[in-house]
Every structure is written in C-alpha cells, then in structure tokens.
C-alpha cells in the first residue's frame, strides 16, 4: 500500500481496478488556492476598539452575554486579534452589530462596526 501511496504522490492519481476504488492525489491547484483565499477575504469583518468613556456613544450598547455563542466567538477572536478585526462566517447573524454601537465585555465597552466586502 505504501508503494501505491507513494506512487499516487508522483502521478497526481491512482487507479486500483480489482476494487472498483480511484484514488486521487491531493495537489491543490493555483486556482483552487486562488479560490479558497476569495472565500475568505469576500466575508463582512467585525472591527472592534476599546472606548473609555461609553457615554460618547451614539447608540446603544449590548451585554456579551446577550450574543450568541457563534457571536461571542467572533467578538472575542475580534478583541484578541492584533488588528482588532475578525471574519464574521456566513452562518452568523451580524446584525447585532449594526443595530447596536458597541459590545459591554468584562467591564469593558468596545465599539463595533461590520465592513463588507
């Protein structure tokens, strides 16, 4: 199996007739990584900043608490990430933060705010 393997590696693909089974060797292309990155960078990014004062907000303010947990995740990958930014996935309803000017977050305040591609 380990001289099939290494052979499916230098074809790119492997035929096992007495099976019924075709084996194909994972060689991303360029446009299947092309592809992949646009998937990622076409999300909405949620981008948060830390407020001292949370009266000068025009808006209203949200408790982490009241998120959901697939919100919080982003918050919180938001909040940790170095650019204070992260890819809101598909499936999460970012909404919340437009509707609402900031997140109240271990007795801080952040400002949110959704970009879209």
Known sequence: MKRLLII???LGSVGIVGG???VVGDNPTNSDRL???EKTTNRALLHVE???NSEDLNGSVIEYADLTTEQQ???KQAVTDDDQQAA???DTYQSVWVDN???RYQNRTYRVLVSEP
């Open 73 to 75: 995740a982003v918050f």
């Open 101 to 103: 000017t900031a997140v």
């Open 50 to 52: 830390s407020v001292n």
């Open 88 to 90: 809101i996935p598909d």
């Open 8 to 10: 499916g590696l230098v």
């Open 35 to 37: 592809e992949s990155e």
């Open 20 to 22: 019924g089974l075709f």
